[in-house]
């Protein structure tokens, strides 16, 4: 059984939960988990975990996120990106578009803002997902909820298209951003193309399309102890007695002949070992 943690860059078009497909046919495993979904339309960074390690996910540092969104102007789209949108019948027409009230807005929501999700979410509503009510023409009435928004730059405005890359927090809709930058301009506009550059330590940097990267552990927990058991230690885990590890560090992984055999998380409030014998 392959314990792993990695990433797969996303292509455009395809479900996290096709994505995710991909990579347990790679590792020949049904349990495979992820660390925040992408839209179908949304490319990029896509972290997962499979088998004994899918109970770290909920430590594992997942910010910031960062994103390379583009916004087009002077078009709309119910879902705020390019669901309804015919990209082959839009004009490009340059238009007045103010990008130092765009700046200034952006600066004015760092470091957090109460921002309200968009109707077509994975939100749930009494049992039912937002974008399923919105696609029915039903109010979702949703909630604002504080976001985090850490930094921001323009890396391109080829008008009428300007490209923005973005770090924020978790719970953040980059959709949501477009619609507020499109209501503070007064002005039509969609998320042309959004792409998911890092989620924590994981990143898309010398990755293609739909490949799977898989990450060292000492890279996703740089702190934690990482420590060889002995054969007569290994030999008590394959019944369950953990070794006992001299050290206090909250996270600390064990080895046996360079594979990894047990971990533990020892929080203040919260504690879990796993024993990854097969």
């Not at 997962?48 to 540092?61: D, H, Q, V, W």
């Not at 910031?64 to 839009?90: Q, R, T």
Request: charged letters at 25%.
């Amino acid at each position: 059984m392959q314990h792993k943690l990695g990433m797969i860059n996303k292509g455009y078009g395809v479900s996290s939960f096709k994505a995710l497909s991909e990579v347990k046919k790679s590792l020949s495993t049904k349990k495979v988990g992820h660390m925040g979904t992408l839209d179908p339309l949304a490319t990029g960074c896509l972290p997962f975990a499979s088998n004994g390690l899918t109970p770290l996910i909920e430590f594992i540092p997942k910010l910031p996120k960062i994103y390379k969104v583009e916004i087009y102007f002077g078009e709309s789209s119910p879902s705020l990106d390019a669901e309804f949108v015919d990209l082959k019948s839009l004009s490009f027409n340059k238009l007045d578009i103010d990008i130092q009230k765009i700046e200034n807005y952006l600066v004015s929501i760092m470091p957090s803002y109460k921002q309200m999700p968009p109707d077509f979410s994975a939100k749930k509503i009494n049992g039912q997902r937002a974008y399923d009510l919105a696609r029915k023409g039903i109010e979702t009435n949703l909630k604002p909820k504080l976001v985090n928004f850490y930094e921001y730059k323009i890396l391109s405005f080829e008008n009428p298209v300007l490209k923005l890359q973005i770090s924020c927090g978790e719970g953040f809709y980059v959709r949501s951003l477009v619609r507020d930058i499109s209501k503070l301009l007064d002005m039509q506009a969609f998320m042309y193309s959004l792409d998911r550059i890092s989620v924590g330590p994981f990143d898309i940097f010398d990755s293609n399309r739909g490949e799977i990267l898989y990450y060292d552990l000492k890279k996703v927990f740089p702190d934690a102890d990482f420590v060889d058991i002995s054969l007569d230690e290994f030999e008590r885990l394959q019944y369950g007695i953990a070794p006992k590890l001299d050290s206090d560090n909250e996270f600390i992984f064990a080895y046996f002949d360079a594979n990894l055999v047990y971990y533990s998380v020892n929080l203040l409030d919260f504690k879990k070992q796993k024993f990854l014998i097969n």
